[in-house]
């Protein structure tokens, strides 16, 4: 089930989301088609500037679309099979 946008996620959920990418940026995919949603051509750059970002910016309601396109990517992957 998708994960439904908030304006400010859990800290809980913040640290398992970066420690999720984290432990895996170095076998992810090298792009990304997320059908409607667009498509990510360099995934791996785009992962790890927006780790930093959530880092810097997770409580700013403003930035949590950001956060949110974070979750999705990994909704994506997961619905694709990579652990």
């Given amino acids: 089930m998708p994960k439904p946008y908030q304006k400010i996620y859990p800290p809980h959920e913040i640290q398992e989301l970066l420690q999720w990418f984290t432990d895996r940026l170095d076998r992810l995919p090298p792009s990304l088609d997320m059908g409607k949603r667009g498509n990510i051509p ?16 997770h409580e700013k309601p403003a930035y949590s679309g950001q956060i949110h396109h974070l979750f999705r990517i990994r909704e994506h992957l ?6």
């Fill in 42 to 57: 360099d995934l791996r750059r785009t992962v790890k500037l927006y780790l930093e970002f959530v880092v810097l910016c």
């Fill in 78 to 83: 997961e619905a694709e099979g990579f652990q």
